[in-house]
């Protein structure tokens, strides 16, 4: 069985730092790792994902993620927060193969002026 | 951009009523999914459906529940008996192929009274 889980309910940090947003993963052999957001009222929009290769992952919107199979961990990560990021973060795994994707509860990143 | 939609985005049903859930996927998209969000829970899947057939679903998926690919763009979920647990935010997806990123559409809230 494959599962996600993201230790923090809630994120907040100011605007101009750094931000992340722990994710970690369960699942039989290699995986596929993917980061989506979702703002009020609006369905999952993608972020990124790693599926193979390079462990640091470039996205959308200046985020990136850090594979980290030791850890079996993808952190999402941005240098350089703006109040506009404020939204409901999924970090999702899929194992290879398999169809489904399974998500973590969710985090919640408030970013403040 | 080409995305995926749904209608309606608010379907409020009668407990024991037949709802249709209707989406339209990315045109050149090959595998489509449905999953569920019940407030404040995780995104759970329900089914993935490839080549006009059913490729896995989850247990909530039970006899309950159908999916259709009624013409060349539409894609369906049906619930024959809604029960008041059917509540939840459903989402269709869409992928290019099984192991690309997916693509949500915004979401249809379902309830149940």
């Known amino acids: 069985a494959q599962s996600v889980a993201q230790p923090e309910d809630q994120v907040n940090v100011a605007e101009g730092n750094p931000l992340t947003v722990k994710c970690t993963y369960s699942?039989?052999?290699?995986?596929?790792l993917f980061w989506y957001v979702q703002y009020p009222n609006r369905g999952l929009q993608f972020l990124l994902k790693y599926i193979t290769g390079d462990n640091l992952v470039k996205g959308s919107y200046g985020f990136e993620a850090e594979f980290n199979k030791s850890q079996t961990s993808f952190h999402l990560k941005k240098p350089s927060a703006l109040v506009s990021d404020s939204a409901l973060y999924f970090c999702?795994?899929?194992?290879?193969?398999?169809?489904?994707?399974?998500f973590g509860a969710g985090t919640t990143v408030t970013v403040r002026a | 951009e080409p995305e995926v939609t749904q209608t309606p985005s608010h379907q409020v049903t009668q407990m024991g009523q037949e709802v249709i859930l209707r989406c339209v996927p990315i045109?050149?998209?090959?595998?489509f999914y449905w999953y569920r969000q019940i407030l404040g829970q995780k995104v759970e899947f329900l089914v993935s459906?490839?080549?006009?057939?059913?490729?896995?679903k989850s247990e909530i998926f039970d006899d309950q529940f159908s999916v259709e690919r009624p013409d060349g763009s539409n894609f369906t979920l049906k619930i024959r008996s809604t029960k008041l647990e059917d509540s939840a935010m459903y989402f269709c997806?869409?992928?290019?192929?099984?192991?690309?990123?997916?693509?949500f559409g915004q979401g249809t809230r379902l309830t149940v009274v």
């Open positions: 459906f490839y080549n006009n057939e059913i490729s896995e």
């Open positions: 999702a795994v899929r194992a290879r193969g398999d169809y489904k994707l399974s």
């Open positions: 045109s050149n998209h090959l595998y």
């Open positions: 997806a869409s992928t290019v192929w099984g192991e690309s990123e997916a693509f």
């Open positions: 699942v039989s052999g290699n995986p596929y």
